[in-house]
């Protein structure tokens, strides 16, 4: 019971940064295993702040 609750709110937490545009690590790092095997993936700190500062510091991204 207790790995079914597990798994069920890792999806919930997974959902909900989806809809907020929160970055996920997991993710990224099963990206970087599988496309880009022997490339040393970003720490978590610096995979945050390079989301970040995609998001918004793209051209165009400011409304004002």
Request: hydrophobic content about 30%; some cysteine; proline content about 5%.
């Amino acid at each position: 019971m207790s790995k079914r609750l597990d798994e069920t709110l890792a999806r919930i937490g997974r959902a909900l940064r989806a809809t907020v545009g929160a970055p996920d690590y997991d993710k990224y790092l099963e990206h970087v295993r599988t496309a880009h095997p022997g490339r040393e993936p970003l720490t978590c700190e610096q995979f945050v702040s390079d989301r970040l500062d995609r998001r918004y510091n793209a051209v165009g991204s400011r409304c004002c």
